[in-house]
């Protein structure tokens, strides 16, 4: 009996997450709440467990989007005879034949009948939304024989790539081209000379001779039609890097290719030209000369959480009116506060003194004096909240990710923190769960810590503004009469201009301003 593992739900707005690496292999033994993959969202990075004790059986491929609801894998009981993989079977079942009573181990396999029957591959359904794809490449060649289960085609959705099986033994005979477009249900070839427990259709000079030009492709004893074949995934990295499978050592079920292989494969040099196609006179002394060196270009699909960032970075661009004001920030009084207290703040607190926390502190100060920095627009009302709940803007190892303090506005320096510590090590571990990213009012940014001296943040949807932090440079400034040397920042406000006017968002930098050259307000709350 075998128990089907699929997609589970992990989020109101998400309906699609990426497989990003299998944790246990295809025919592995798992155990009951064992971690067999880890999926990817748009949003965080979570692990898929194994639901009963038993065999693995992979459904889906490392790179793949799957649907909420999909099926990952399946786990067999019984042991190994229940979980060996579909494609050794297959290998091994025409031996098995020939060693049966009604076929000496001698004999040779019976080759199929004249007129057998021909049988139409079609598109098959990959999913509720999905009404076409695009036939990417043949993997098999027209004329060739295949063997029942062998991948003959590669389809490709607007959400995943898979691949397009043969039904019975026979001779391919394609009817679509590489890039065509089909409909579920289209006829993409057919397999003719396929009788049903038939043995594979019997091999032309033609192709032969193909075979003893591509000897890699012929499966060796031990193998199956897998050993050597990318995923694809591999398929398109390697195409994309020039670089032939047959060069590449599968690490895969059955000597697969995957996509660890292929981003690990190098292109080798190229192809010597063909005599018929080298010009017949020779380029003159003035050409130009050729570049030297390694020119290759390296791919790489976006990851779901890069893709979601890029939809909704434009959406913003796009659906507010976002302006950006700017101001500057004399840092003498807090760094001379740091200088003083950060020892004995860390043996206190068990946290270091940073310049985050002066920063969420003085905003959420000067937010309840201009709540509509703190408000967001939805439909056609404006909703204003009586709490800061602010968003620090993180780089972590997959990309962007704000994970949000709550109510940022009732907690002291230490609290603050101690919680961005916290959230900013989940960043980097991507262990940050769906709601510690979500329900920001207002978001903090840190250009500077990268060494960024001007910018214009963009807002984090659906909130109305964003404040950006840049590097700290000492510069010559105007104090009372007298040019003086002191480290500056820039600040930069940006906001949605349909809920915050000019005077607001002015007044509520000034504010920012005001608090963090005099830190004793903050304590003070004047």
Not at 217 to 244: F, M
Not at 395 to 412: C, F, Q, T, W, Y
Not at 422 to 430: F, M, S, T
Request: one cysteine or more.
């Amino acid at each position: 009996m075998s128990l089907e593992i699929k997609v589970p739900p992990v989020g109101e707005s998400i309906t699609e997450v990426t497989l990003a690496s299998w944790k246990k292999k295809d025919g592995d033994h798992v155990e009951m709440d064992e971690v067999i993959a880890e999926l990817e969202s748009d949003k965080a990075t979570f692990e898929l467990t194994a639901e009963k004790a038993g065999t693995l059986k992979t459904a889906a491929a490392e790179g793949d989007t799957l649907a909420i609801g999909a099926v990952v894998a399946t786990i067999e009981e019984g042991g190994a005879a229940a979980s060996a993989p579909a494609a050794s079977a297959s290998a091994d079942a025409a031996p098995a034949k020939a060693e049966s009573p009604e076929n000496p181990a001698n004999a040779p396999a019976p080759a199929p009948q004249a007129g057998g029957e021909s049988i139409e591959i079609k598109v098959p359904p990959v999913g509720e939304s999905i009404t076409e794809v695009t036939l990417s490449r043949w993997i098999k060649k027209d004329g060739e024989a295949v063997e029942m289960d062998e991948a003959i085609a590669e389809l490709e959705s607007d959400k995943a790539t898979f691949e397009l099986t043969a039904e019975k033994a026979g001779t391919l005979k394609t009817l679509a081209n590489e890039g065509d477009t089909l409909a579920i249900g289209a006829v993409v070839c057919k397999i003719e000379g396929a009788v049903a427990g038939s043995a594979p259709a019997p091999v032309t000079p033609a192709v032969a001779d193909k075979v003893n030009e591509s000897p890699q492709d012929a499966p060796s004893k031990g193998t199956t039609y897998a050993s050597g074949t990318p995923s694809p995934a591999a398929a398109k990295i390697l195409a994309e890097k020039g670089v032939d499978p047959a060069s590449v050592n599968g690490s895969g079920v059955d000597g697969r290719i995957t996509k660890g292989d292929a981003l690990g494969a190098q292109a080798g040099s190229p192809k010597p030209q063909a005599e018929s196609q080298k010009p017949a006179a020779s380029a003159p002394a003035t050409a130009a000369p050729q570049a030297q060196g390694a020119r290759t270009d390296r791919r790489e699909k976006m990851s779901s959480l890069r893709k979601t960032v890029a939809k909704r970075l434009v959406a913003v661009k796009n659906e507010t009116a976002m302006l950006t004001t700017f101001n500057e920030v004399d840092m003498s009084p807090i760094m001379e506060l740091r200088g003083k207290y950060k020892d004995k703040f860390k043996e206190k607190h068990g946290v270091g003194l940073g310049f985050m926390s002066f920063f969420t502190k003085a905003v959420t100060e000067a937010l309840k004096e201009w709540p509509a920095v703190n408000a967001r627009i939805e439909g056609e009302e404006i909703v204003y909240s009586n709490f800061a709940d602010v968003s620090i803007a993180v780089s972590a190892p997959k990309g962007l990710v704000v994970p949000v303090i709550r109510n940022a506005d009732s907690l002291s320096l230490a609290e603050i923190e101690k919680a961005i510590v916290v959230l900013a090590g989940k960043a980097r571990e991507n262990k940050l769960t769906i709601d510690e990213m979500t329900g920001g009012t207002f978001t903090i940014t840190n250009g500077g810590v990268f060494g960024s001296m001007m910018s214009t943040p963009i807002i984090n949807a659906p909130q109305s503004a964003i404040l950006g932090m840049h590097n700290i440079v000492e510069r010559p400034v105007a104090v009372n009469g007298q040019v003086v040397i002191r480290p500056m920042m820039y600040l930069a406000l940006s906001y949605d201009h349909r809920i915050i006017d000019g005077r607001e968002s002015v007044s509520f930098l000034v504010r920012v301003k005001q608090l963090l050259e005099d830190p004793a307000r903050l304590l003070l709350g004047v």
